[in-house]
């Protein structure tokens, strides 16, 4: 477990990083930083719709006598998806847009 954590929190945010630099330099300081603002904006309210949505299923299931797990499971899904859509960088946007 410990391997695997420590790859994930040095290898990801050095890997961005690299790829942040190289969009930079290739794309231009300003266009790269409206695509890292853009995929937080865009991040932030499809987390926030797809949230609703699945508050509303939640309660649905609940009020039927349900067990809601697929959609607590959705939740946390979107929830991280969101936070990752949130952090500066191309891997952790794929990762968000993957999860949202």
């Keep these: 477990m410990f391997p695997l954590l420590f790859l994930m929190f040095t290898l990801v945010p050095i890997l ?7 969009a930079s330099s290739s794309w231009g300081f300003f266009n790269t930083f409206s695509v890292v603002v853009g995929t937080g904006i865009l ?13 509303i299923r939640l309660q649905e299931k609940m009020s039927q ?31 968000g847009f993957s999860f949202v």
């Design 43 to 55: 991040g932030a309210y499809l987390a926030k719709r797809e949230g609703r949505e699945i508050l």
């Design 65 to 95: 006598g349900g067990l809601p797990a697929n959609e607590v499971i959705q939740g946390a899904l979107i929830f991280a998806g969101g936070l990752l859509l949130l952090t500066p960088g191309f891997i952790t946007d794929i990762l």
């Design 16 to 22: 961005e990083l690299y790829l942040l630099f190289q």
